[in-house]
């Protein structure tokens, strides 16, 4: 097992302990909830209405009841995406998406959905607010999709104010929460977002198979899956009120009673300490990089514009090449490539060798770093083994 671990944007490592803790207990007092009257069906489902109401108190939503679980943040997207979107209707977004966005919009163009992507700048990965609300002055724009935090270069997107405009304009207004959530204080009411996907197993710090999609009230949407929800069992029709419309078959349990205890971590510790341990740890890696000459940074210089996601090339070097080694030799875990976002990598011109990206978590320590730094350092000046 590799001994350094910076790839926290794929998915956070390690959890609190509390989580792991959860998970086990989970697994072991068994239930399902809404499926029984019995004593673990039951405690199942006060779990499940602990972690719900837990995000509504992290994203400061009134009702909790509007938090969909899922089994990761593609599954929220495509529930979004293909539960709104009709043909004819024009979405706006970025040339800085994941995958989890491109591909379902790319297959909603095909059924006749009309897409548009502002381009992001090269250099910092942002895209005004200005070109969003231009793109979206069209009467069939019924969605703008923004990636709050890029999973390549860190990326957050100022989005004060695009809410109210959305709102105004009468355009519903969907983030991708993936690199944002548990990494910086969202607050959905005040941003008036209508749609929020995320993932747990991220930033949230709570086992994969976990996600959600928050949908604003007054949100209509079809849902992705059909079947069994625990409630109104005598009819063969879904039922009409969230979250059971949009949450058919058996929860993932145990994974969200992991979420249930990160979500407490998060309390406890608070998001802003997060945020600023994170930053601290992103100065410390950008600060690092740009002592090495033959480094090329992407992205935002300034830490506070960034999320966790820090993106770099070595001259002379494939991206894979370094990846490769740091994981053989140096037992340092980063994430290489393309990172599922080429159009990401071609506004920052990376595109199709990608980039090295590292990513600290709450729980990396500077001790990690300056090992991190100083492997590179080596491998800068050709010093590592050749293999
Ligand atoms: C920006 C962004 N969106 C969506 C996703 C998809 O998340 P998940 O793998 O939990 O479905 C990711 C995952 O890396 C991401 O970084």
Known sequence: ?????????ATSH???????????EALRTGGSPGRGSHYQAI??????????????????????????????????INQALFGLLLPGDRVVTTTIEHNAVVRPLRELQNRGVEVVKVAADPATGIVTKSAL??????????????????????????????GRWCKEHDVLFMLDGAQSAGSIPIDLKALEVDLFAAPGHKGLLGPQGTGFLYVNEGIELTPLLYGGT???????????????????????LPGL??????????????????????????EKILS???????????????????AGAISFNLMKYDPSEVGFLLDQQEKISVRVGLHCAPDAHRTIGTYPHGTIRVSPGYFTTETEIDCFLLAIQRFAENKLKSL
């Open 1 to 9: 097992m590799n001994s350094i671990y910076l790839d926290n944007a």
């Open 14 to 24: 390690p959890k609190p302990d509390s989580v792991y803790l959860a998970v086990q």
């Open 43 to 76: 405690a199942a489902e006060h779990l499940i209405f602990a972690t719900r109401e837990a995000l509504a108190k992290l994203f400061n939503v009134e009702s909790s009841d509007r938090f969909v679980f899922t089994s990761n943040a593609t599954t929220a």
């Open 133 to 162: 609300q231009d793109a979206c002055l069209c009467k069939t724009t019924r969605l703008l999709l923004v990636n709050h935090c890029s999973n390549v270069i860190g990326s957050i997107q100022p989005l004060t104010g695009l």
């Open 230 to 252: 625990g409630a109104n069992s005598h009819s063969d029709v879904q039922p009409e009120f969230l979250p059971e419309r949009l949450e058919s078959g058996t929860f993932n």
């Open 257 to 282: 009673a992991g979420l249930y205890a990160a979500l407490q971590f998060l309390q406890q510790t608070g998001i802003e300490q997060i945020r600023a341990r994170e930053t601290e740890l992103i």
């Open 288 to 306: 690092g990089l740009r002592n090495i000459e033959t480094v090329k940074l992407y992205g935002p210089d300034d830490a506070m514009l960034r």
